[in-house]
């Protein structure tokens, strides 16, 4: 018998079993491709970096904006990972790899191996559906030089969100609201990216290209930069993790336990601190504490979620604007997947405090009564 086996060589998975490992405990870990480096653009927030070394940062910026009906300098700097550096700063010597792809009952049967069996497959281990009907972030980006980008970025440095509507040929468009995210990925180069933030079922990849191609002209980019860009980026990311528990007597870790934030999507910070907790419970001999999906701070989040769902590009962008309104503190709170209960309903209740009264009927009538009908 191992102490741990680890399913799954995510960024969620791979933490768990270097942290493990580190502290002594003998380790299983079990992945279709365990050599391969990670391809999607991993960011978080500088200050959550933690005690990974700088080397793992591929590009930051220093002062991110959004932009709504005004622009907010985020005042909190961002940075996109190196996921090879990411990689081996996260070692996995002394841990017992297999190359393999499990389904539910083979990880339940791992038991037979190991004391405690650790799921953190993702949140879709069998593959994504076209047809699946979970709310999904979805995103159509390309990378482009920083010469290319300079009309997108409007003088930013870095555009975490910008919710303007460019991306429609209507003034007052009523379709899934979607914005543009454009960061420094390294080398001189820019990731520009159209995404929905959240919609059931997904917004189509191809129509994010579509949105994405009548942003970029309409800002002036080069033409034939966005049609043959240096490299191509597509996200699809289930809101609400996992759509099942894990197997029987498994813990789950990542977007598998649903760690993943559900008004933002975002997973990695959290993920990577996690990691160090399970890893510390695991080593003292105690068990770890399981993410509740219906916690308070997760209950506040799902009404986040549903008001996404909802509203429509005008309402998005009041939402925004009163986000980039907020304290930086309580930004944090709305942002951060370990917030607590307290901090996150008063970034809330801060937002919809500063929104125009028509704007405030808007979102409690998309969080709380009845679904809008917008456009795909």
């Not at 509203?311 to 997947?337: H, I, K, Y």
């Amino acid at each position: 018998m191992v102490d741990v086996a680890v399913v799954g060589l995510g960024p969620a998975g791979r933490a768990l079993a270097s942290r493990c490992a580190a502290r002594g405990l003998s380790v299983l870990a079990v992945d279709p491709r365990p050599e391969a480096v990670w391809t999607p653009t991993y960011g978080l927030w500088v200050d959550e970096l933690g005690p990974l070394p700088g080397t793992v940062v591929r590009a930051q910026a220093a002062e991110p904006e959004l932009r709504a009906r005004g622009v907010h300098p985020l005042g909190r700097g961002y940075a996109v990972l190196d996921n090879a550096a990411l990689q081996a700063a996260l070692p996995l010597e002394g841990v017992e790899v297999r190359t393999g792809r499990l389904d539910d009952a083979e990880v339940s049967a791992l038991r037979g191996e190991a004391r405690v069996v650790v799921d953190a497959r993702g949140a879709r281990p069998e593959g994504l559906s076209a047809d699946d009907p979970a709310p999904m972030q979805t995103a159509y980006g390309i990378v482009v030089t920083e010469h290319d980008a300079l009309p997108a970025l409007q003088g930013a440095e870095a555009l975490l969100m910008d919710w303007r509507t460019d991306w429609s040929a209507e003034d007052e468009p009523r379709q899934t609201p979607t914005f543009l995210y454009a960061i420094p990925v390294g080398q001189g180069r820019v990731l520009l990216e159209e995404t929905c933030l959240a919609a059931a079922p997904a917004l189509p990849v191809e129509e994010l290209r579509v949105r994405l191609r009548r942003r970029l002209l309409a800002r002036g980019v080069d033409p034939g930069a966005i049609d043959r860009p240096l490299d191509r980026e597509i996200v699809r990311i289930p809101m609400r993790g996992r759509d099942r528990p894990p197997p029987d007597g498994v813990l789950a870790v990542g977007t598998a336990g649903r760690g993943g934030h559900r008004v933002t999507g975002y997973s990695v910070a959290h993920s990577l601190r996690r990691a160090d907790e399970v890893a510390r419970a695991l080593a003292a001999g105690e068990p770890p504490a399981e993410v509740d999906p219906m916690d308070t701070a997760e209950r506040i989040r799902e009404v986040g979620l549903r008001a996404l769902l909802r509203l429509d590009p005008r309402g998005t962008l009041e939402l925004f604007e009163a986000f980039g309104r907020l304290p930086r503190e309580r930004q944090r709170d709305f942002l951060s997947r370990d917030a607590g209960p307290a901090g996150l309903a008063g970034a809330m209740w801060g937002m919809f405090a500063s929104m125009p009264a028509g704007a405030r009927v808007e979102l409690a009538r998309a969080s709380l009564g009845p679904p809008a009908l917008l456009r795909r």
